[in-house]
């Protein structure tokens, strides 16, 4: 049997998270056709590792608990779109301290899982937090009005403790997203 994975920084700072709550729901208000990120599931993305075999689980639990780092600031910036605000399919809150950081520990978690065969992603590591998928073009002029109006805002600060190997469980209702294991911080 197989369990679809990810590794993850949580956002646990009640803060930031509740100015990103409120940033979907003007999000939401614009009309836009767009389904938004579950507030339990709002987290930083460091690596998706899809489907993989039960078997390989404890090997890869290990490797994730391995990984160390001391406890360092996140601070998030500005709202944006992937591909382009002409095309827009996913809207993010952007991070605009941390950043190296992040990517030291993309690294060293590139480097672990790369040695046990997992296939990394081709379009590399761009840290953000996913806050809603657009599934229409319904009202794409109001939302990228907004979209502008978010760009550059200060939207809140957490200090990073953990990673997490995340279990996604995929249901009619959304994803299902449960802690498998997670990193120590050096300071604990």
Not at 28 to 36: F, H, M, V, W
Not at 51 to 59: A, K, P, Q, T
Request: aromatic share 6%.
């Amino acid at each position: 049997m197989n369990v679809r994975c990810f590794v993850s920084i949580d956002i646990d700072n009640p803060d930031l998270l509740t100015r990103l709550i409120g940033i979907q729901r003007s999000l939401e208000d614009s009309g836009a056709d767009l389904k938004t990120v579950e507030t339990e599931n709002i987290h930083i993305t460091l690596m998706f590792l899809g489907d993989v075999e039960e078997s390989r689980l404890g090997d890869l639990r290990n490797e994730i608990t391995e990984i160390s780092f001391k406890p360092f600031k996140i601070e998030f910036k500005g709202v944006g779109v992937f591909p382009s605000i002409s095309k827009p399919r996913v809207i993010w809150a952007g991070i605009s301290k941390g950043l190296e950081q992040l990517n030291l520990i993309y690294k060293d978690l590139e480097a672990r899982v790369s040695g046990m065969g997992f296939k990394l992603d081709d379009k590399g590591f761009s840290p953000h937090v996913t806050l809603a998928r657009i599934r229409s073009g319904r009202n794409r002029d109001k939302l990228v009005t907004l979209l502008r109006e978010l760009e550059n805002d200060f939207l809140g600060e957490m200090i990073a403790k953990h990673i997490r190997l995340k279990k996604s469980l995929l249901t009619s209702k959304g994803p299902i997203y449960s802690t498998i294991t997670q990193s120590q911080s050096l300071d604990e």
